[in-house]
Structure formats: structure tokens, C-alpha cells
């Protein structure tokens, strides 16, 4: 469904990515572990178009998209939720939702049926400010946004980082009910190797701006962990 | 004093039509628009030309100058602005050179009767518009009689305001511009189309901007640098209102309109134009994010 071949990119002169080359396969869970400030998250964004400069190929559904603007790789069926969710404080939770329909093909405006279901909370709060929800809650949020697109592909980054344990074990939820339930392909940055072992199909440790290890999640061994990520 | 502060108001509301331009692009965009006065002015003199030209009556300047106006905004946007993006000062040195060159452009074309030629109502870029009849006079409210033409900007620019609030706050398209003046990066990975917005944006105040212009012709001289001193005047609203509020904006400009026209009573027009620098100036000093500005940006 995604793949990038070697592929590059730079914020101002540093080279943050260094020849990345992945493939996502559709309907599949792929993880990317690794360190701190080994560039996962510029990697999701390079994808996404918002980072100053890449070189390489992304190749999404057979069609490049390394030259289109962050908006057109979001219509073509790419979601993003961001490190930080990223809501928008005083837009209500529904006008935060319905931002990610502006990515809809069929130009739709509405909450989805979706979110009602996995997200209670949210659609019994819709004209409550973003703002005022918990982390968690406003994770929950960032990701409803990007369902809202009607994605095939969702990008994911650290989507547990910073929630209170109780809501961790609700978007874990929510992550696997989205792959194994409605075919929805994921990619997603995190750092808990318990949840990637559980809900990826495949992983990719990354380290210092290079995949250094790819495989089929029953591959990802204690000995990669403590080699890769063990502080 | 009911007359004064009805003055005051119409002040409020010219002030307002340039400045709610100004709340947008610079609020959202992060733009400093040195061309917007000039907009005010390009609106003044559709004004007059579209009476010499096309015998057009002043209310048909109204639609007319805000396409123009308009059409030059997204002119600018596309051609200069959308390669500035996020560089502050950039944006206001070439908007500077812009409403350098937009004023030259007006005075070769329209400032001076040129080779002999003379058309009436042409002198050295002085020009006045002549208000319809129905708005000359006064409408009196029991004692107090108020003159037509400023009751007319202050509705025209009600309307107006109600517009733009009614674009921002109960439109998709509002939804768009204020997802980019929050986060410009998750908007555009929502799949906004962020420079199409922007265009479309800075089109819009520069129409504001024009229709200020046509206000203005009612009661001012039109000449080619009467924009140099509004853009400031637009500023001064913003900043002191609160950037990126558009309450803030509009209570502001009706201060400082008000400020203007109680001063210009007790003294004269000078001091108190001198007064609501002096006002604005307090006001960035003791409250720097401006006087309204309820959330941070």
C-alpha cells in the first residue's frame, strides 16, 4: 500500500532520515521502534509532506507522491494523528472532528458512525471545547479527526506517550479493532514493545535516521530489543 | 454628545472595514500587508472613476470596488506574498514596495491631467465623490439629528462585519481559516488546501479594505497616498485589540474611534489623532498581547 525507497530528509542543513526504504503492506499493522530523536517521527512526516525537504520516492497505491502538498497526500486516503494529538484548543470537539473530513473524497461533512462507537465520550460531548478534554480524551480525539477522512492508510505517532494508564488500554483497543476489524492499514510509531508484539504484522527498528532491523513481529526478539532500545 | 458619538462611530467603522482585513491576514497569516492602505485607496478611485467612466451611481461603487480590490488582494497573494510565507519582515518590506508601486501607477494614470488632456473631475490626483442625494441630509431622532452618509457606513459596515463573522464562524470555508490560523501544519494534513485558503483570505480583506475606500470618497479627499496613513490607523486597531482577535479587533477600532472623535471636539483633529497614538502606545506597553486578546494564540 505505502512504500518508500530510499528515501531522505532535511531540516534546514541536518539530515535527519537517511535512505529509508519500507513497505506497508495493506490491511497490515507495521511499528517502528526505536530510540529518541532517531527520526520516527520525521518519518511519519516526511510521509505526510510537512517536512522542509525529502529526496527518494513514496509510493502510495502504485502513484508517487514525494512532490504532492501535505493536503492532496491527505485526500488521497492518508491520515495523520501526530505526536502531541495537536487538537485545536477552542474549536469544539466537534468542529476538531470534522476538520479531518475536509480530506474526505466524497465531501462529506460528518461525525462518523465509527467514532460513535468507539468514542462514547466524544459524541456525547461534541460542543464541549477540545481543550477542556483529558490527554487521553484528546487523543482520542486526534484520532476520531483523522477517521473522519475516511483513511486507508493511518499514521500513527506514540499514540500512548503521556495518557493515564486506564485510557492506554482503550486506544490499544481501538488501534486493533480498526486493522483486524475494518482492514484499516496502520502504521505506528511506539515505544511500548508489549503492544507492538501484540497488534503489528511487521516491524522496523529505526536508529539514527536508518532502519538497522525489518521483520515479521514474532521476529522481534528480546535480544533486538535490548540492542535497539534499551536505554 | 449623542452627535459626537455617533461621529465617533462612523470613525469606529471605517477603521473597522480596514482593520478586519489587517485581523486576518496578519492574524492568520502571519503577514504584514503594507499594501492594505492602498486598497482603501484603489477603492476610492473606483469610486470616482466608476461616476466619470461609467456613470455609475456611488451605491454601485460598493460591489464594484470590493471585486476590484479583491482581484488585486489575490493578484498580490499569488504573485508576491505565497512565496513569503512565514518570513515576517520580508512580507512587509515587499507589500511596502507594492503599495510604492500601486500609488505610482495611480498618480501616472490618474494623478495628473495628462498631455493636455483633461477629463473632468481630473486635477493634480485631488478627487471628490459626491454622495447620493438621499444620504445628504439629516435623520433626526427626537433632538438629536444625525447625518445620513455617516449612518450609512455605520450600517453598510454592520453588515459587512456580520458577513465576515457569518464566513468564519458558521461556514465550512470559516472552519478552514481558522484551523490554518490555529495550526497551519494540521490543517494542511487534514487535507486543506492551506495556500488556496490563504488566497482566497487575503482576497477577501482586500475587498473589505476597498469598500472602506468607498466609504471614505464619501467625505475625504481621494488622492493616491491616502492609504500610507490608514494602514497605519489599521494597525494601531489590531495590535491594540489583540492579534488574531477578531472581538478584540472590533472593540478596539470602536475605542479608538471614539477616543478620535471626543478629542477632536475638545480640541482638534490633530491632537486627537495624537492622543490615540498615545493611547495605542499605552496600551502596547502596559498590555502587550493588546486589550482583548482572551486566549493565547
Known sequence: ?231 | MVEVLFIGLSLSSILLLIALGLAITYGAMGVINMAHGDMVMIGAYVTVMSKIWLGLDFYFAIPLAFIVTALIGLLIERIVIRRLYGRLLDTLLATWGISILLQQAVRLELGLSFFGLHIEGLGPGLQKVDVPEFLRGTISFGDTELNGYRMFIILVTIALTFVTWFLLYRTAFGVQVRAIIRNPEMAAASGIDVKRVNSLTFAFGSGLAGVAGVMMSGFKTVFPDMGATLVVDGFMVVVAGGVGSIYGTILSSGLLGEINALVALASNDIIARAVVFAVVILVIILKPKGLFSFKER
Open chain 1, 1 to 231: 500500500m505505502l512504500a518508500t525507497g530510499d528515501l531522505n530528509s532535511y531540516y534546514g542543513r541536518s539530515h535527519i532520515l537517511q535512505g529509508i526504504t519500507l513497505r506497508v503492506e495493506k490491511g497490515e499493522v507495521t511499528s517502528i521502534i526505536g530510540r529518541n530523536g532517531t527520526g520516527k517521527t520525521t518519518f511519519l512526516r516526511s510521509i505526510m509532506g510537512l517536512t522542509d525537504r525529502t529526496s527518494g520516492s513514496i509510493l502510495f497505491e502504485e502513484r508517487e507522491i514525494s512532490a504532492s502538498e501535505p493536503h492532496e497526500r491527505a485526500r488521497s486516503g492518508i491520515a495523520y494523528v501526530p505526536q502531541g494529538r495537536e487538537i485545536i484548543p477552542d474549536f469544539s470537539v466537534r468542529e476538531n472532528i470534522l476538520m479531518g473530513a475536509f480530506a474526505r473524497r466524497d465531501g462529506k461533512r460528518e461525525v462518523p458512525a465509527l467514532v460513535a462507537e468507539l468514542f462514547p465520550y466524544l459524541v456525547e460531548n461534541l460542543e464541549r471545547a477540545g481543550g477542556l478534554l483529558s490527554g487521553g480524551q484528546q487523543q482520542q480525539l486526534a484520532i476520531a479527526r483523522a477517521l473522519a477522512a475516511d483513511p486507508k492508510l493511518i499514521l500513527l505517532d506514540e499514540p500512548n506517550e503521556g495518557i493515564q494508564p486506564s485510557i492506554v488500554e482503550v486506544i490499544e483497543q481501538v488501534i486493533f479493532r480498526l486493522n483486524r476489524e475494518l482492514g484499516l492499514t496502520v502504521l505506528l510509531v511506539e515505544q511500548n514493545v508489549r503492544f507492538v508484539r501484540e497488534v503489528s504484522h511487521r516491524f522496523a527498528v529505526m536508529e539514527k535516521g536508518k532502519l538497522v532491523v525489518q521483520g515479521e513481529s514474532g521476529e522481534l526478539s528480546d535480544e533486538i530489543v535490548h540492542k535497539h532500545l534499551a536505554v
